[in-house]
């Protein structure tokens, strides 16, 4: 039985967001990344032409994770408020699982870096917010229920929320974990809100 080689891309991108994780409020260079990973900057710059292409990795990722799994929510769950609490559900836990990354969701590890890595954050997270937007939406048109606030609003308020756990996340350095109380805030947001 021949065991498969791992991913050196792979191996990068998870060395990369291990070290986000490990060094907070740190700015990890290609090359304390590269004698993390016992190699050279060169071997680092053959998989990828530039640091930023290195974060830009991490971000797909994410947005491949995310994105696929709201959508499935999406498609499966018709129901606005459970969707809407799977949505931030899915965000939350995914942060909570992969801090290093999370470090880069917030804008922290892109100090210094391109901005069109911070447009593309931003761009993720327009898309979840659309997300909910559309779900809200749907439930006006399709049970005949309006929302007491601006579905556009009201989207945006559940965002900032998210974005309040998971700055939170990263301040505790990674001790106050997203989904905690999770199930009562929602019960709360759900009750006063929707």
């Known amino acids: 039985m021949t065991s498969k080689k791992p991913n050196r891309k792979e191996q990068i991108l998870g060395t990369l967001?291990?070290?986000?994780?490990t060094s907070p409020?740190?700015?990890?260079?290609?090359?304390?990344l590269a004698a993390e990973l016992g190699v050279s900057e060169a071997a680092l710059y053959r998989h990828f032409p530039s640091k930023a292409r290195m974060f830009?990795?991490?971000?797909?990722?994410?947005?491949?994770?995310?994105?696929?799994?709201?959508?499935?929510?999406?498609?499966?769950?018709?129901?606005t408020l459970v969707r809407c609490e799977m949505t931030l559900r899915v965000v939350l836990t995914f942060v909570e699982r992969n801090p290093g990354i999370t470090r880069i969701l917030t804008g922290d590890a892109l100090m210094g870096e391109h901005d069109r890595l911070r447009s593309r954050v931003q761009n993720l997270f327009a898309k979840i917010e659309a997300n909910l937007k559309q779900a809200l939406r749907e439930r006006r048109l399709r049970e005949n229920v309006a929302t007491r606030i601006d579905e556009a609003?009201?989207?945006n308020l559940l965002m900032a929320y998210a974005d309040g756990k998971i700055a939170q996340f990263v301040r505790s350095e990674?001790?106050?974990?997203?989904?905690?109380?999770?199930?009562?805030?929602?019960?709360?947001?759900?009750?006063?809100?929707l």
């Open 25 to 32: 409020g740190q700015r990890i260079t290609t090359k304390n």
């Open 56 to 79: 830009e990795g991490l971000i797909e990722f994410t947005e491949e994770a995310v994105l696929t799994r709201i959508n499935q929510v999406m498609e499966v769950e018709k129901n």
């Open 174 to 193: 990674f001790k106050q974990a997203p989904t905690s109380e999770f199930d009562t805030q929602w019960q709360t947001i759900a009750h006063q809100l």
């Open 153 to 155: 609003v009201l989207a």
């Open 17 to 21: 967001a291990a070290m986000l994780e």
